[in-house]
């Protein structure tokens, strides 16, 4: 969209449905009850404010569904192909295993690296022989799956790393507790149920004790130990060998970038069309998520005009009184989970409540990666 003002004084956001024949609109500030409305093939009219909408052909006076709020004022608009929708959503082709895709980390193998946390304080150093993807986060758990003569055994092989091996995902990497200075950190034991099969957990067996991790010197969550192996949130971590300096994924430096490349990493390998996830921080505070779009067509207001992106549509409420054995379950550290909550309130935060709340739910729309 845009305005036919150098300032905009009114600001527009529009979900674009075109399976559905429709556009969603919400102009927000500066509207008030007297403004009409009114549309043509390729403008819209909010009082004397003009939006043009590129790439959309309209229904000539189809709005419908006017309501004025504090906010602003929410409508609906036709697309002119509209007589022939709505159209059958076409199902999403088979993607089992998907991965996300990002910058692999430029270490160099046979170079000690040592590992800092985000105050500076330096608690290990690794010299990686190989620097391998991470395997889904229940690998060691299913690893009975491996073999054969599955009959023949009790319980999974012991699977692990080498002690100099660096595992690596989107949003974290993996070291043997070798190389971890264990007079800088403080580790902290609690036990878990879980029951997880995707890449997004920090626990590799369900039902096994979880020790987190922290930092002796700030006390910020480094990551999560089971067995012998050290999850290791990459926001949180600094890789320094010499005058280098880097994480292991260079798009991840604050926890708020952590939290979208979790929820983007889970939805990508979901193969579900609308995929639900509780999130659990370590002080026992959940959210339950639930994708609804994986890929929704938005056009919003910005710094040089109005722009068009995709976003996911993510419906979020709290999870305290939701069983948390009716689905997958993601442990964030405090900081990644509060961020995350930020991040998923912020996207809606002066929209009128129609935008706002669905259901019991409240709407996010979330950013891709």
Not at 68 to 92: C, H, W, Y
Request: proline share 5%; aromatic share 8%.
């Amino acid at each position: 969209f845009t305005s036919t003002r150098d300032s905009l004084v009114m600001q527009i956001f529009a979900e674009i449905l075109p399976r559905l024949g429709c556009v969603n609109v919400a102009v927000l500030g500066g509207v008030g009850q007297d403004d009409k409305i009114k549309c043509d093939q390729k403008n819209i009219w909010v009082g004397e404010e003009v939006f043009s909408v590129p790439g959309l052909e309209l229904a000539t006076h189809s709005i419908s569904g006017v309501t004025f709020s504090s906010e602003g004022v929410t409508f609906r608009l036709k697309l002119k192909q509209n007589d022939k929708m709505p159209t059958l959503i076409k199902p999403a082709s088979f993607n089992y295993g998907g991965r996300m895709k990002f910058p692999p980390p430029e270490i160099v193998t046979d170079q000690t690296y040592s590992l800092t946390c985000q105050c500076g304080a330096r608690f290990g150093s690794i010299t990686p022989a190989r620097v391998l993807p991470l395997p889904s986060g229940s690998w060691q758990a299913d690893s009975l799956d491996w073999y054969c003569c599955v009959n023949k055994l009790n319980k999974p092989p012991v699977m692990k790393p080498r002690t100099s091996d660096l595992l690596f995902n989107s949003y974290s990497f993996v070291v043997d507790m070798t190389n971890i200075t264990e007079d800088a950190v403080n580790i902290s034991c609690e036990s878990k149920e879980v029951n997880n099969e995707s890449e997004e957990t920090d626990v590799s067996e369900g039902g096994k004790a979880t020790k987190v991790v922290t930092c002796k010197a700030c006390e910020i969550e480094l990551g999560s130990l089971v067995r012998d192996s050290l999850q290791i949130w990459c926001n949180s971590t600094l890789l320094r060998c010499g005058e280098i300096c880097m994480r292991s994924n260079k798009e991840v430096q604050t926890s708020q970038d952590c939290f979208k490349v979790v929820i983007n990493s889970y939805v990508i390998e979901s193969i579900s069309a609308m995929p639900k996830v509780m999130l659990k921080n370590r002080l026992g505070k959940s959210l339950v998520l639930w994708i609804i779009d994986k890929d929704l067509s938005v056009a919003k207001s910005g710094k040089q005009g109005v722009v068009k992106e995709s976003v996911m549509k993510v419906l979020f409420k709290d999870g305290s009184d939701v069983p948390d054995n009716t689905m997958e379950i993601i442990e964030l550290s405090n900081h990644v989970f509060d961020s995350g909550l930020q991040l998923l309130e912020k996207s809606t935060e002066n929209f009128p409540e129609s935008f706002k709340v669905a259901n019991d739910f409240k709407v996010s729309y979330f950013p891709k990666c």
